[in-house]
T-cell receptor, first 114, second 110 residues
């Protein structure tokens, strides 16, 4: 158990819809990162939030957006869903934003877009 | 970040040491080697990381060659619960992201 939780565990949406995924970080961890993992692939970095500000972004379009709240929770929002957005979405919390700090991953939310 | 090369899959007998190699020939002087693993249907789990010295913790040992172009993760007494995909990641401290490859699928055989 990493102390990082995500909800929901599974979700089915249709193309064009919007989705919000939620993550609850370990208490005291002021950094949260989001990753997308397609079937058979390693996780791909979407973005990171540090003290409620975006602190780095991977190669994902602006329809992927996020929020981080003072209570160590965060959201990943995806607009205009596409079929290729079907994946496991992982959040990871860490004590600080630098790579040297261990990242603790949640169990993920599996999204299916039809 | 430097790229890594790992075998696609490996088997290891239960109770034996599992040695997982990783090649990172383009690693820079300020880049660390990290290992994570992902058990089926779970999020990745941190195992160990190091810069140039060998490292050991309660889960594993990390052996980094003197030229730092390759490393080996050692699970000293593999159990069935060690069956997972193991990712070797190279990254610079101060960088915000982990860059995962496709990893090595390790299967522990009873």
């Amino acid at each position: 158990e990493t102390g990082v939780t995500q909800s929901p565990t599974h979700l089915i949406k249709t193309r064009g819809q919007q989705v919000t995924l939620r993550c609850s970080s370990q208490s005291g961890h002021n950094t949260v990162s989001w990753y997308q993992q397609a079937l058979g692939q390693g996780p791909q970095f979407i973005f990171q939030y540090y003290r409620e500000e975006e602190n780095g972004r991977g190669n994902f379009p602006p329809r992927f957006s996020g929020l981080q709240f003072p209570n160590y929770s965060s959201e990943l929002n995806v607009n205009a869903l596409e079929l290729d957005d079907s994946a496991l979405y992982l959040c990871a919390s860490s004590l600080d934003r630098v790579l040297g700090e261990t990242q603790y991953f949640g169990p993920g939310t599996r999204l299916l877009v039809l | 970040d430097a790229k890594t090369t790992q075998p696609t899959s490996m088997d290891c007998a239960e109770g034996r040491a599992a040695n997982l190699p990783c090649n990172h020939s383009t690693i820079s002087g300020n880049e660390y080697v990290y290992w994570y693993r992902q058990i089926h249907s779970q999020g990745p789990q941190y195992i160990i990381h190091g810069l140039k010295n060998n490292e050991t913790n309660e889960m594993a040992s990390l052996i980094i060659t003197e030229d730092r172009k390759s490393s080996t993760l050692i699970l000293p007494h593999a159990t069935l619960r060690d069956t997972a995909v193991y990712y070797c990641i190279v990254g610079r401290v101060g960088n915000e992201k982990l860059t995962f490859g496709t990893g090595t699928r390790l299967t522990i055989i009873p």
